[in-house]
């Protein structure tokens, strides 16, 4: 056993490449660059919220519009629907 782990100290250690850290420092800059910043993904989030927020709105008014021309007709006792044999 002794034999064997003298063989291993024979075996010449490597060196470090002089590049090795230049290359993991720019792989550390790609993945940062490929980040959004939390200000800009907040902007996003509160446009996107807003926006459902008005056709949300949007919806409820066109809804409550054809609803109230809806009653003027019935009231009126005109025909609301298009079909033909009503």
Same mark, same amino acid.
């Given at each position: 056993?002794?034999? @064997? $782990?003298? =063989? $291993?100290? &024979?075996? =010449?250690? @490597?060196? %470090?490449?002089? !590049?090795?850290?230049?290359?993991?420092? /720019?792989?550390?800059?790609?993945? /940062?660059? +490929?980040? *959004?910043?939390?200000? @800009?993904?907040? *902007?996003?989030? %509160?446009? !996107? %919220?807003? $926006?459902? %927020?008005? +056709?949300?709105?949007?919806? /409820?008014?066109? #809804?409550? *519009? #054809?609803?109230?021309? =809806? +009653?003027?007709?019935?009231?009126? =006792?005109?025909?609301? @629907? #298009? &079909? $033909?044999?009503?």
């Amino acid at each position: 056993m002794k034999a @064997t $782990l003298e =063989q $291993l100290e &024979s075996i =010449q250690k @490597t060196g %470090v490449s002089p !590049f090795l850290l230049t290359r993991i420092k /720019q792989r550390i800059a790609a993945v /940062q660059a +490929n980040t *959004i910043p939390p200000r @800009t993904a907040i *902007i996003v989030g %509160v446009g !996107f %919220v807003l $926006l459902l %927020v008005l +056709n949300y709105t949007a919806v /409820q008014r066109a #809804t409550s *519009i #054809t609803t109230k021309t =809806q +009653n003027v007709a019935e009231a009126m =006792q005109l025909t609301t @629907t #298009t &079909s $033909l044999y009503h």
